[in-house]
């Protein structure tokens, strides 16, 4: 199981990226794959997640209108696009994964310790 995130990089405010988190090993349909930054320093934030298999999505509220999660099947990828870009958004990007079939014990999202697996993170940095 591998998740390898990409896209990260230096944008001024207002700017956008597309986040992508290609997985291998296992098929995302049958997973929730969330979207997770952390700032050195400071608590990891959820940022969005989807379960793949129907569709659901959520984002956190700092977030909310200015990001897109979305599923490339033919690439077994999950994309996240951030528009508006601000400064606050500068951090760590974790692409993480987690069964569909243990969420629907314990709940949509899924905290971000309930994820299986993770990636080795892509950086974003936003200047003003």
């Known amino acids: 199981v591998q998740l390898v ?3 990260g990089g230096l944008v001024q405010a207002g700017g956008s990226l597309r986040l992508s988190c290609a997985a291998s090993g296992f098929n ?5 794959i969330g979207w997770v ?21 959520d984002y956190a509220d700092s977030v909310k209108g200015r990001a897109t999660i ?3 099947g033919a690439n077994n990828t999950v994309l996240l696009q951030m528009d508006s870009l601000k400064p606050e958004d500068t951090a760590v990007y974790y692409c993480a994964a987690v069964s569909d079939l243990l969420v629907a014990d314990v709940g949509f999202p899924p ?9 080795q993170g892509t950086e974003v940095t ?3």
């Open 5 to 7: 995130e990409s896209g």
């Open 28 to 32: 995302i349909d049958d997973h929730v």
């Open 37 to 57: 930054r952390q700032v050195p320093g400071k608590e990891r934030e959820g940022v969005s997640s989807t379960s793949v298999r129907d569709g659901r999505t």
């Open 70 to 72: 979305s599923r490339d």
């Open 111 to 119: 905290r971000d310790d309930e994820y299986a697996s993770w990636g």
């Open 126 to 128: 936003v200047s003003s």
